[in-house]
């Protein structure tokens, strides 16, 4: 599901980083641009929030698309900083950065290196390791006599 969100969000993107750059205007600039804001900044987010239902995507893409739209876009007319094409670079900038680190885990996921997967070998490595050297492991093993508990004691008494 991220890749196909990928491919779409960079082709998008492009699409409208051309039509910015090349001063396209008219209809196709409206909906290339209205498709990018609508869209992009909510499919690359939508990653972080699954698993979901096909109706709460619906609702969660616009939204989140609208919203970091509005907030860059107030950002940048509080800080007097305004402009089409740098409202669009940071929109662009934070939904990219946002799939990437989705494929990222995602291809770490496959190839058995991602964090979760580390987390876990640690996790288990632990639990075996230690439990030898607790002191309840310690005693039970003693007290069955298969220590050398029992060699020890003798050894010690000649």
Do not use: C, K
Not at 91 to 107: G, N, R, T
Not at 133 to 139: A, F, I, L, M, V
Request: net charge neutral; charged share 10%.
């Amino acid at each position: 599901m991220v890749g196909r969100f990928a491919a779409l969000i960079v082709a998008v993107t492009t699409a409208t980083a051309i039509v910015l750059v090349a001063d396209i205007g008219g209809p196709l600039r409206a909906v290339v641009v209205l498709a990018f804001f609508l869209a992009v900044p909510g499919l690359a987010a939508i990653g972080f929030f699954e698993p979901l239902q096909p109706d709460a995507r619906l609702v969660l893409v616009p939204a989140v698309s609208i919203v970091t739209t509005v907030v860059v876009a107030q950002v940048l007319l509080y800080t007097g900083n305004w402009t089409t094409e740098l409202g669009y670079s940071i929109v662009a900038l934070v939904s990219l950065a946002a799939i990437s680190v989705q494929v990222v885990e995602v291809l770490a996921a496959r190839l058995g290196t991602g964090p979760a997967q580390r987390l876990g070998d640690e996790r288990t490595l632990g639990r075996s390791g230690a439990s030898h050297h607790r002191p309840e492991n310690r005693q039970a093993g003693a007290a069955s006599g298969s220590g050398s508990s029992g060699t020890d004691s003798g050894h010690s008494s000649s």
